[in-house]
């Protein structure tokens, strides 16, 4: 696979999702589907999604004209994406139950698995309930980091650019011609959601992102050592993962429901530290840049697996640490008691 042959890509997947935002925008704002404002949600008026249709249709068809499924591994990974991307749309008009969506979610994962992508962390059959298990728990930590305008489109632009070029390197060009796609069509769709968003992608979206990243990441590294396969899965999902443990951790320690929306990410933390919504969503890049690019150092050999590993370890551990301090929830009312007269 040639280097035009991923410039093509790349520029069909930006041209298409350029295009084809504005389109589904018209038509989410003519059948009603927007996101309204109210609970944690930040955005103060109706805002239509179904970004995510756009997005997943630009990074979806270039490289199957261009290449078509090459590989049993990489077709596993689209018919599974494009089902997380289905399962997200439906949720977006008529939200689903969780076990449903859970129940889906593992099947699209399974499916990716089955056909061959396994991260090698324990070297035996572990590894595949693992794989599944990961595949799964990141699909929706990115689907909660889109929290913000810019936010998660900013982020898998970097993000699937490093990964796509990591792929390339590692001799996965069929991996690296999809996020070589999908990287810019998450920037054609940045043009319309940059703070203040005119859309947002919606369930279908960042499904459709996270699922990718993550069985993409899987695949990378698949047929590694241990210590690329902790890396490998760690560094290129590292801000939807940091964000996912910095929910956790504080809404554990302050002894509020897990699963209950909030404004508790990492996004909002930085918000609350005087950075406007782009500043933001560029933070949020960088980190993932920063985090992309030690991936790439590693799978070109200049870093050893180990280092990365417990480097990324380590710098994931410090992230999720350092945000708790900032404030986010209301301080407890002291319980007053009223003194009973006898």
Same mark, same amino acid.
């Given at each position: 696979?040639? +280097?035009?042959?991923?410039? !093509? ?19 989410? #704002? ?6 309204? =404002?109210? +609970? ?7 805002? =239509? ?7 997943? #249709?630009?990074? /979806?068809?270039? &490289?199957?004209?261009?290449?078509? %499924? ?7 990974? #689209? ?5 997380? %991307? ?12 969780? &076990? ?9 994962? +399974? ?6 992508? !396994?991260?090698? !962390? ?11 298990? *990961? ?33 390339? /390197? ?15 069509? %998450? ?6 959601? *940059?703070? =203040? ?7 279908? +979206? ?29 560094? =290129? ?53 920063? %985090? ?20 990324? /370890? ?5 992230? /999720? ?22």
């Amino acid at each position: 696979m040639s +280097g035009a042959t991923a410039l !093509v890509g790349a520029i069909s997947a930006f041209a298409g999702s350029a295009a084809a935002t504005p389109v589904v925008r018209r038509l989410a #704002l003519r059948w009603g589907l927007t996101d309204r =404002p109210g +609970g944690h949600k930040s955005h103060r008026r109706p805002t =239509p999604y179904l970004g995510g249709v756009a997005i997943m #249709l630009a990074a /979806v068809v270039p &490289p199957v004209v261009l290449a078509g %499924a090459a590989g049993q591994r990489i077709a596993g990974i #689209l018919v599974g994406a494009v089902a997380m %991307a289905v399962l997200g749309l439906i949720d977006d008009v008529a939200p689903l139950p969780p &076990p449903t969506r859970l129940a889906v979610q593992a099947l699209a994962a +399974g499916v990716a698995v089955m056909s061959g992508v !396994v991260a090698p !962390v324990t070297g035996a059959w572990p590894d595949v309930p693992i794989t599944l298990l *990961w595949i799964v728990v990141v699909t929706n930590s990115f689907n909660l980091l889109d929290n913000m305008d810019g936010a998660l489109g900013a982020v898998t632009v970097v993000s699937a650019a490093l990964l796509g070029a990591a792929a390339f /390197v590692s001799g996965r060009p069929e991996a690296g011609l999809l996020l070589a796609a999908l990287s810019p069509a %998450a920037l054609g769709f940045l043009l319309y959601n *940059w703070a =203040p968003a005119r859309i947002f992608m919606g369930d279908a +979206g960042s499904l459709f992102i996270g699922f990718v990243l993550a069985s993409s990441a899987a695949l990378v590294i698949t047929g590694t050592g241990t210590g690329t396969a902790v890396a490998g899965l760690l560094l =290129p999902t590292f801000v939807a993962t940091v964000d996912t443990g910095i929910v956790l951790l504080s809404r554990r320690r302050a002894g509020r429901p897990l699963l209950q929306g909030g404004s508790d990410h990492l996004s909002h933390r930085l918000h609350r530290l005087g950075l406007g919504k782009r500043r933001t969503a560029l933070v949020l890049a960088a980190l993932a840049a920063a %985090a992309g690019l030690t991936h790439l150092a590693m799978m070109l050999g200049w870093v050893a697996p180990a280092a990365a590993a417990i480097g990324g /370890v380590a710098a994931a551990c410090v992230a /999720v640490a350092l945000p708790q301090r900032v404030r986010v929830y209301p301080a407890a009312r002291p319980r007053t008691s009223i003194p009973v007269r006898g």
